[in-house]
């Protein structure tokens, strides 16, 4: 089959005939080269038959994908950026895991670039760090990937990349929906279902889009059963610990005070159930908290934290199969749901 190949190319035997291709790999196999690409990059989304057959075709052309000379045709090193500005490390540890996963026995690597939206050189720095570094492609996390500056960026320089945002906001191919409204809604059916009505949201930044998402989200839940979020019990916290409990202390000298309280993430939600603490109260028997992303803080309070569980190494892994050219769009996306996780924090108005 490799004399085939070599002579239908330029007539010539083996000897002198130029190294096999993708193209030949693909043609002899009968499959389309993003097939051929995908048994290379060991993608699970092939077939065994056919991984077998293309297998069998790269072993008798001895063929080898060469990095340095792709590389040079792209103009681009085979290296994925993750771009973030989130504070929260534990994200971003997941979001590595998953962009790790998807790499696992290929030729690419991963480059982290921490930036601050609210720096005047923010823009530029991206700018600066893609180029630099000749990136393949990058992976924009919230809320750098809710900034409509970043994508028209990624479309000028002619760098490929997906955005993780809790709503659509680009095209299909450039973006993974976290879905974070459905996440509130579960929690208001979980409270609601408790018996609670005096309710109270702890928000992250105003600039995040997910905490709106999160609110409305809930806000939509308790409307479904005929409660309401009422103002009073809105608190602006800026996703850390010590807010929470700023907020929580507000809260808690309210007359009458919440019966429950939903924090857009699981730091905010620990700084509540802490505020709580001091003001004599426990939970969930005077005060349930629920908090939003399932983080490794979430199971080490006591009472373990009820929160919603985001599956981020499922969305990382998804996000760099996608920019590799390997990801199987068909495959049902119930792994990449927010789901509610019920721990002890939450129970019954006491």
Do not use: W
């Not at 997906?162 to 979980?190: C, N, Y």
């Not at 992250?204 to 839940?221: K, M, N, Q, V």
């Not at 000298?253 to 505020?275: C, I, Q, S, Y």
């Not at 426990?282 to 908290?289: Q, T, Y």
């Amino acid at each position: 089959m490799a004399k085939q190949v070599a002579r239908g190319r330029d007539g010539q035997g083996a000897g002198t005939s130029p190294r096999p291709t993708i193209n030949d790999i693909a043609r002899l196999s009968g499959v389309s080269k993003k097939t051929v690409s995908r048994v290379i990059n060991a993608s699970p989304y092939v077939q065994n038959e056919t991984r077998k057959r293309i297998e069998a075709v790269i072993a008798e052309l001895s063929y080898a994908p060469d990095p340095q000379a792709r590389g040079l045709a792209f103009r681009r090193s085979f290296l994925i950026g993750l771009v973030y500005d989130n504070s929260n490390a534990q994200y971003v540890v997941n979001m590595q895991l998953g962009l790790l996963d998807a790499m696992a026995g290929t030729d690419f690597g991963l480059l982290v670039h921490a930036c601050d939206r609210a720096s005047p050189s923010f823009l530029e720095d991206l700018r600066g760090f893609i180029k630099k570094q000749r990136l393949f492609g990058v992976v924009l996390t919230p809320s750098v990937s809710e900034d409509e500056r970043v994508a028209a960026l990624m479309v000028e320089i002619g760098c490929t990349y997906v955005r993780v945002a809790s709503v659509s906001l680009d095209e299909p191919q450039h973006m993974i929906e976290t879905h974070d409204r459905l996440g509130g809604e579960a929690v208001a059916r979980h409270l609601a279902e408790f018996g609670h009505q005096r309710v109270a949201f702890v928000s992250g930044l105003p600039g995040c889009r997910a905490s709106h998402e999160r609110r409305e989200g809930f806000e939509a839940g308790l409307a479904a059963v005929g409660l309401e979020l009422e103002p009073r019990y809105c608190q602006e916290g800026a996703y850390t610990f010590e807010s929470g409990i700023e907020c929580a202390e507000r809260l808690l000298k309210l007359k009458p005070r919440p019966t429950a309280v939903f924090a857009a993430n699981d730091e905010m939600a620990a700084g509540v159930m802490h505020a709580a603490r001091l003001a004599g109260l426990g939970a969930p028997k005077d005060l349930s908290v629920v908090g939003f992303g399932d983080f490794e803080i979430a199971r080490r309070l006591l009472p373990r934290l009820t929160t919603v569980h985001t599956p981020t190494r499922a969305i990382g892994r998804l996000a760099a199969e996608r920019l590799i050219g390997v990801a199987d769009e068909g495959r049902e996306p119930k792994d990449r749901l927010p789901t509610l996780v019920v721990r002890e924090s939450s129970g019954p108005v006491g």
